[in-house]
């Protein structure tokens, strides 16, 4: 999924994705593949090179990590809290990311 952002949302996106993401610079097509023209975006893709990675791992070690990490634009908590309502406004399924914030949810609970 590709979102377009304004220009205003792009200088903080580049201060909390610098932690070693890979910045790659790609045609998307936004839309109807069809009609619509492909334009430029970007990606930030993050590997086993990245100190951020953790890995393959559970969801529930996902959280954990989740809970314990805080970056230049806060914790990480807020942004998968955050990742999770914005996705259910836009009315994405997107199970992973669920599953992560019920493990989440479920740690301040336990």
Known sequence: MAYRIPPSVSGPLEIRERNGYLRVITLMTYGDAATDAPAEGVVYLAGEDN???LGPAAEAEIAR???AS???????RDYLL?????LRELGSDDAHV????RELLALQIG
Request: aromatic share 10%; hydrophobic share 45%; proline share 9%.
């Open 82 to 86: 955050n990742l999770a309502a914005a």
């Open 98 to 101: 669920f599953e992560l914030e």
């Open 70 to 76: 805080h970056g230049p634009s806060g914790p990480n």
């Open 51 to 53: 100190a951020a990675y």
């Open 65 to 67: 990590q989740i809970a």
